[in-house]
């Protein structure tokens, strides 16, 4: 599976973003999928959990409210749509691809996209 990553950009506090992850190669039905972010000098956080085929998601406490994903079937792409954006926002953002349902963990994650940078000013 390769996955790619975009929509990252420079936003000001209380805005929004929509990233996109694009996949392809093998049948993405069969995994799910995960947003997960890194900040400079911070492990690898986890943001949301879900699928490439229905709504059900799993979300961090921290993005509750303010992210969403959705997703288009077609043309197997999951969007994360990010409002209310906060400076703590601020990060690289990873989506991945696994077997594990639902996983917050990242090393349960076998394939991974490039990641978009997204930094949100103050």
């Known amino acids: 599976v390769q996955l790619q990553a975009s929509g990252g950009g420079l936003v000001q506090a209380g805005g929004s973003l929509r990233l996109s992850c694009a996949a392809s190669?093998?049948?993405?039905?069969?995994?799910?999928m995960g947003w997960f972010r890194q900040a400079p000098g911070k492990e690898r956080e986890f943001v949301i959990a879900g699928t490439w085929t229905s709504d059900n998601a799993v979300y961090a406490d921290s993005v509750k409210g303010r992210f969403t994903i959705s997703r288009d079937n077609a043309k197997n792409t999951v969007y994360l749509q990010m409002n209310s954006l906060k400076p703590e926002d601020t990060a690289v953002y990873y989506c991945?691809?696994?077997?594990?349902?639902?996983?917050?963990?990242?090393?349960?994650?076998?394939?991974w996209g490039r990641g978009t940078q997204v930094t949100v000013s103050s």
């Open positions: 991945a691809c696994g077997r594990v349902p639902y996983s917050i963990y990242s090393q349960r994650y076998d394939y």
């Open positions: 190669g093998r049948t993405v039905s069969r995994y799910y």
